[in-house]
């Protein structure tokens, strides 16, 4: 399987704040690599996928580079309601797998 | 707009068989475009994926649960299910059912997810 490695696994940050997460695949996966958002109790969204296209209806301060084994997801300006946990996820080679999450709190 | 919703008992004894099904509104089981996907979450944990169908019947399914795990599709109710037997403990977990694109050598982005079900393993 391939291994997908979130960091950090939890960081703290204010409104306004510009924020990135890095999602690390364990081997070459394209850009074959999507971003959720999770809110408590909730279902994942979907908020980036194959690697830079955000998906219809999420708003544009949400976005996400990279290719091969290195990738990044940024919140340009941190909003109240984007405080949740977000994950990465490969869809290049079966079976898909999950980063561990990156849980972002309020400062 | 595409629903899912799961449907199954909460509490399974342990050594027992899961089974859950996901009934989906809003779209065709029976489109070429997409698979159609079961995912877990153990309480405060990650997400696993356990495994994909698609509306031919052809299904995947994670090596880690492949002895254990039984998909099917009813074309005809619009709906998909899932069985888990042997369950334990370490089997407890919030089981979601999902839509995930068909465009690549695994199951695409994942756009749709039910609201999710908690399943509870205990005697």
């Known amino acids: 399987d391939i291994q997908m490695t979130q960091s950090p696994s939890s960081l703290s940050a204010s409104v306004g704040d510009r924020v990135t997460i890095a999602c690390q695949a364990s081997?070459?996966?394209?850009?074959?690599l999507n971003w959720y958002q999770q809110k408590p109790g909730k279902a994942p969204t979907l908020l980036i996928y194959d690697a830079s296209n955000l998906e219809t209806g999420v708003p544009s301060r949400f976005s996400g580079s990279g290719a091969g084994t290195d990738f990044t997801f940024t919140i340009s300006s941190l909003q109240p309601e984007d405080f949740a946990t977000y994950y990465c996820?490969?869809?290049?080679?079966?079976?898909?797998?999950f980063g561990q999450g990156t849980k972002l709190e309020i400062k | 707009q595409v629903q899912l919703q799961e449907s199954g008992p909460g509490l399974v004894k342990p050594s027992e068989t899961l089974s859950l099904t996901c009934s989906v509104s809003?779209?065709?089981?029976?489109?070429?475009?997409?698979?159609w996907a079961w995912i877990r979450q153990p309480p405060g944990k990650g997400l696993e994926w356990i495994g994909n169908?698609?509306?031919?019947?052809?299904?995947y399914r994670n090596p880690s649960l492949k002895s254990r795990v039984t998909l099917s599709v009813d074309r005809s109710k619009n709906q998909f299910s899932l069985k888990l037997s042997s369950v334990a403990a370490a089997d407890t977990a919030v089981y979601y059912c999902a839509r995930s694109w068909r465009y690549g050598a695994a199951p695409g982005k994942i756009d749709y997810w039910g609201q999710g079900i908690l399943v509870t393993v205990s005697s």
């Open positions: 081997q070459d996966i394209s850009t074959f």
């Open positions: 169908i698609y509306y031919s019947d052809t299904n």
């Open positions: 996820q490969q869809s290049d080679n079966l079976p898909p797998t």
């Open positions: 809003g779209g065709s089981i029976s489109s070429s475009t997409y698979y």
